[in-house]
């Protein structure tokens, strides 16, 4: 044994980052058969290797510095996760329940620390200050459950960033007292520093991410900038005087505007973080704690238990009176408890200062009895918050069960085929489908390309099966699946519409031609063809911008409209794009339209950002374009000839959006008609082909020629 302890602790940092790998990798796993969360398995892993346990690691550097970036991750994906429209609608509550899960914890352990632990009134409103901030540690579990915008989740979050401002605040008037040299001046800088922060980054952040998202999309690239500005918000409030994971979490406050939950890049964040970052970081924590102290004899157990005790409370207290005043359910105040009553990395920094602050020379305000003591509370409150919010995301999970099986109709036929052909179009077109699809039905997409079958069949497939492997790797990295066919036919909207139906899909995404050499006409090749013969809901598109930068959907809707049995398909998808985007969405339309469309949006999806503007007739639609501007969709409604819907002035469609809205974001959308009728169906009287110019159309267009000449 004595052979083998000479080459412990490890200091190779080959060797300890393959240590570290192995206790990520067999963590999960040995907790899962003890049925604990794995969060504490790797705190618990970081005491048995540390050199309070086995002495099997060195703590070195890289401790302190993955660990400090597994930190800032938390912050910054809990910023990012942040659902801004429920943050600005519920904004008192934030501040309720942040002031409440500060100040009720600080007071409690001031005075339990001035009355039964004797300390000094400087130690007691330190103590205070670190059980009145609190470290998301419990964070990760939220992911897995899906419930990162839940509001109880999202109060917890921004609340905590309150909590945790008030306190490092307040440690900074602590400090200023310590020092020799401080002046009235500390305040009024101290103020300004924080102010130009959060007004350069509220102006230079957007700026600079639409300005890099439009011109590269290359996927390391985004990446690295992402994290880039995490870093530099998170050094710029060092340099103010607040601890970095402020400025991390506000970076992803900003930039949660333009990396949608569903996307490969918020996906791509979510996994470096949550494989490599964040389990480095609860491993460094758990190094740090000495479970032998609280054996040293009964002083040192007494003063654990009241620190534990009351802090806990006092976050417990803070929590369920909050969620009694938003008349909240017990699940969401267990969840919010859980959040909020765990720290770590937060209480550490706090007790560095501590330790600095001199009361008389070779004395300081934190000793080690109180350093031990404050150590211990950190296993706890992580172990108390890990198993609360386990618990909490269960309950949350289960009573959600039926509303969420209610909201899915049994008989919802969704399943959404994607029409690609052009590489620079497809991305784009697989983007919009996972923005539009049912995150809870989780279905497949279906990807298809069709190839004339004429001379230069064999080669077209080729390049479409290509097309199509490229488009299942995107889809792979944000867990869609996609399935994908290439066929060849003699008559391109024959192809599709044969593959719609034997795949059973419920509606197209398709791009628009972009080599007007081939076709200079507007709808392209086949679109006529293709939405003459098929009934259901098509989406042709065409973006000049990634939609991540999107600002702003103006949706151009017919009137009545709202008869279409359509009507609820296309609005979903577009309240779904809307809200993932983050967007305003305006509407324009007749009043009656406009009212279900309200009424829709507030009851389905009331965090959508909707706006509603009476257009009185259709001829008023060339004088919105001078309101969209380059970072707006603009969504034109429009309806198949003989439908309810339908008027002459959609006849003038083509032109008007050729003349008025080059160079736009644009989208248009046939809707499903005639309910469940079969495509295959045929009379007499119902016409399968409708001419795109009608010769009453020609006349006038002549007539006009012959006027103005």
Known sequence: MAALAAYFPITDPTLIFFVVLMIILFAPIVMS???????????LAGILIGQYGLNILERDNSFELFGRVGLYYI??????????????????????????????????????????????SAASFLLGCIMASNTLIAYPIIGRYGLQRHPSVSLSVGSSMISLFMALVMLAALSGTFEKDSNWLFWPLFILKFAIFCIGSVILIPKLTRYFLRRYSDAVMQYIFVLGIMFLSAALTSLIGIEGIFGAFFSGLILSRYIPRISPLMNRIEFIGNALFIPY???????????????????????????????????????????????????????????????AAGAIAMVMVGMRLEVVP???????IMLNGIIMMILFTCVISTLMTEHAAQQIIIQEKSHLEADIPSDDDE???????????????????M?????????????????????????????????????????????????????????????IKHAFREFGCSEIIM???????????????????????????????????????????????????????????????????????????QFHGRNESLVLIAEYINNRHPNVRAEYTSMAHWNELPQLASQV?????????????????????????????????????????????????????????????HEEKSIYDTILRWIHKEISN
């Open 33 to 43: 058969k003890l049925r604990i969360p794995h969060i504490i398995g790797m705190v």
């Open 75 to 120: 912050m910054f994906l809990a910023g990012l996760e942040m659902d801004l429209e429920g943050v600005k609608k519920q904004y008192r509550r934030f501040l309720i329940f942040g002031t409440l899960t500060c100040f009720v914890p600080l007071v409690l352990t001031y005075i339990m620390a001035m009355t039964i632990l004797d300390y000094s």
């Open 281 to 343: 970081f609860l491993i460094g924590v758990g190094m740090l704690i000495n479970v032998r102290t609280i054996f040293s004899g009964w002083d040192m157990v007494w003063i654990v238990f009241l620190i534990v005790f009351f802090g806990t409370f006092g976050k417990a207290l803070a929590a369920y009176i909050s969620s009694l005043l938003f008349r909240l359910t017990k699940a969401d105040g267990n969840m919010m408890f859980g959040l909020t009553s765990a720290h």
């Open 362 to 368: 070779g004395e300081y305000l934190i000793n080690d």
């Open 415 to 433: 399943k959404i085929l994607l029409c690609v052909k052009y590489p620079e179009i497809a991305p784009h077109l697989l983007y919009l489908a």
């Open 435 to 495: 923005l539009m699809r049912n995150q809870r039905l989780n279905r497949e997409l279906v990807a298809l390309n069709v190839v004339y079958d004429g001379q230069n069949s064999t080669m077209g497939r080729e390049q479409g099966i290509r097309l199509l492997e490229q488009l299942q790797q995107r889809a792979s990295a944000s867990e869609v699946k996609v399935q994908t066919q290439v066929r060849l036919a003699t008559n391109i909207a024959n192809g």
């Open 511 to 585: 791009g628009m031609h972009v080599h007007t050499d081939n076709n200079p006409r507007f709808w392209g090749e086949f679109i006529q063809s293709l939405y003459n013969g098929l009934n259901r809901q098509i989406i042709l598109t065409r973006f000049v911008q990634p939609m991540s930068t999107l600002r702003r959907i103006r949706v151009v809707v017919p009137s009545r409209a709202e008869f279409e049995p359509g009507f609820h398909r296309w609005l979903e998808r577009l309240s779904r794009l809307a809200g993932l985007l983050d967007c305003r969405i």
């Open 629 to 689: 501007a380059p970072d707006h969709l603009f969504v034109v409604v429009t309806a198949r000839k003989g439908t309810i819907s339908y008027k002459n002035a959609l006849e003038r469609l083509p032109d008007e959006l050729q003349k008025f809205f080059s160079g736009k974001n644009l989208m248009i959308i046939f809707p499903d008609q005639f309910g469940d009728t079969k495509e295959d169906r045929m009379s007499f009287t119902e016409a399968q082909h």
